[in-house]
């Protein structure tokens, strides 16, 4: 039967996220593990009333076929929003895509062949690791530490041997929360303007930010990048709409590979979420977003604080979507899982997020997805879990 299938689906692990999706999509239990936005985040009046525009007004040329690179006012939009921010794009230099899922998809398939290496941050997004899994590099992870990637460990791989290309999340990571430093973004720009790497800085959480000062992409200081950018969590994932920002010679690349792919992204789409971007108050949405997220990650620390034996140990994420925890050495996050079932509460434990094996006490949780009454409660059942498996250790 295997023989049925090309050799490189293989070596691609299944996403355990998704299998634990499966086990845990019951009404009384209360799930930390997937990575969702809040439902009541969701413009989606505002986005009926975009929709009905577009189609009643536009709608001759919104349903046609349209050009791979996407809607060239939506590109615009992107463009100055950057430009705001004092990062100097072009609308030529962007692509529209689907999702920055595609843009990995598309970066794996322009620059990589088998066996070439991709450095990845240890642990990583895991949906990652199979995008770009799938065109058979071999993944080497460099540690995270709690201001961004270890430089001193990835200037030694990039000494090592030459890496095609280093894939980062520098703000509010995913699995981690955790982001880089001012100092580690010049610095991952240097070590890459000095190496034939290139980098792919993917940003999907850059605008929820609720607390700390905004800072600057590594692409600020590299021009010379692939940057990847979503709609997903700013107004919607089902929406299906992400951006890449490379300069000409790469994207001449990435477009024949969209082209292939799928000659386009939902040209419908992009001109509704054009029309809501325009017509309607973005600013207010996004605080309405950081607001929300930041009360449910105080509160989730709060009651990591109140509900957790001594010794687990947690980052604060300063925007985005999840936290980290680290449990005391010797405890396994996979038999805290298989407890925590049992009391209806669930998580993803840390080793899905590593390519070549990892820490076994870590665990990954979410915190944008459930309201602060199940995070309260969620959290007193994570902490008795955590305290039964602590006792029977
Ligand atoms: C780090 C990271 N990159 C990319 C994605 C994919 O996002 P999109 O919905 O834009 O495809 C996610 C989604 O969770 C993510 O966490």
Redesign the pocket.
Known sequence: MNDLFAKRMSKVPRSFVREILKVTDKPDIISFAG?LPHPDSFPYQEIAQAAEHVLSQEGKEALQYSTTEGYRPLRGYIAQRYQDKGLKVDSEEIMIT?????G?DLAGKVFLDKDDIVLVERPT?L??IQALGLYEPIFKSIPLLKDGIDTETLTNALEDSPAKLLYT?PNF??PTGISYSLKKRLEVAKLIRNNETILVE?D??GEIRFMGEHLPSIKNFLNESVF?G????MIS?GI?L?WIIAQEEFMEKLVTAKQASDLHSNYLAQRIVYRYLTEYNVEKQLNKIREMYRRQRDLMIAMIKEYFPSGVTYTEPEGGMFLWVTLPNGLSAMDLFDVAIKENVTFVPGEAFYTNGGEKNTLRLNFSNSDEGKIEEGMRRLGKATGKLLKST
């Open positions: 990575g689907n999702g920055s899922q595609q990995l997004y949906a990652a999340i990571q995913n993917d999907p959480y990847l979503s709609f997903s969590k994932p299906r992400g």
